[in-house]
């Protein structure tokens, strides 16, 4: 008996019509996927930028803060010095000097709040 080695199945060329098919298919969405990941990686690198940028900013300002209160407390630090050297020398008299001069600036801030408060309408 002669058996034939033929392999000629017209059923196997469908069948591989169809594999290339979904193969094509299948590259199509994987490329899809890969252009949405791609443009999900660039806008999340944006925001890494934009986070990046505002933290430098925002570490700027918060330097320029801490120097700015430093100034203010050495500032405050020497005023007081001077107070205490001013009433260890000067007695009570600069002391009352000192209070009616603080009396008379919050009388003058309240009467500019209530004369602008009224004003202003």
Known sequence: MHRNNNNYNPGSLESGRHNDTNANILEQQNNERVSELSDQVARLKGLTIDIGNEVREHNSLLDDMGDGFSGVSNLLGNSLKRIGTMLESG??????????????????????????????A
Do not use: N
């Open 91 to 120: 007695g009570a008299k600069h002391m009352c000097y000192m209070v009616a001069f603080v009396v008379g600036v919050m009388v003058f801030l309240y009467w500019i709040v209530t004369y602008k408060g009224t004003s202003g």
